[in-house]
């Protein structure tokens, strides 16, 4: 499966006061759409985003371990020391899945996150999860076996996303194994680069690796 990812730039943000006097921050807005081609070429069936959306909120939200993260993570596990926010809303609204995530102010890349808030930085979220794509009618499709590992990461350049979301980050195929999620191929590559070092030949394996990385996205 790869590692999908799409940008949602719709977001507000919203302030809340406590009794205390401090303030609880949110930010809302369509977290994923469904039905339609979106700018990275992809349609995602309302069926499929329904489907693991009501999974998502039920072993997540729910539950309050939907987490989400400050920046473009490359993998679709969650790295609990760069969480920002949590997810505690996802509700569908037609072909919209609206979405509302706390600041969660206390941790290093929350406090982030209200820095740039306060400073009325324009911010954007990205869902990110793993699937198989199928090309249909000109799209590629996202099949029924999309799994959501989060609905929003806050990204700092929603109008840019064409250098993460085409790149890297999605031209890996991540594989289960004994329960965690591992990365193909990255291994073989870190391999030819330590063989390479031996023989001095670090320039040469990394070019060449870079090379076969790009033919495969």
Known sequence: MKLITEI???????????????????????????????????????EVLDKEVNRYVTENVQKNRAYGELGHPTSPTINLDRVSHMIKELTRDGDNFIGKAKIMTETPMGQIVKNLMDEG??????????????????????????????AADIVA?????????????????????????????????ATQINEAAKKRQTEEAMLQVFSDFLRKL
Not at 16 to 25: C, L, P, S, V
Not at 130 to 140: D, R, V
Not at 177 to 187: P, Q, S, T
């Open 8 to 46: 949602n730039e719709s977001v507000e943000y919203i302030a809340e006061a406590r009794e205390d006097g401090k303030k609880d921050y949110f930010i809302r807005g369509p977290f994923m759409q469904a039905n339609i081609k979106n700018r990275n070429g992809r349609v995602y069936p309302a």
């Open 121 to 150: 930085a324009s911010l954007g979220v990205s869902s990110r999860g793993m699937g198989s794509l199928k090309n249909k009618n000109g799209a590629a499709e996202v099949q029924n076996d999309f799994y959501l590992a989060t």
């Open 157 to 189: 350049d929603p109008s840019a996303p064409d250098a993460f979301v085409e790149g890297i980050m999605e031209g890996k195929e991540w594989v289960w194994d004994n329960g965690l999620i591992k990365e193909v191929e990255i291994a073989e590559y």
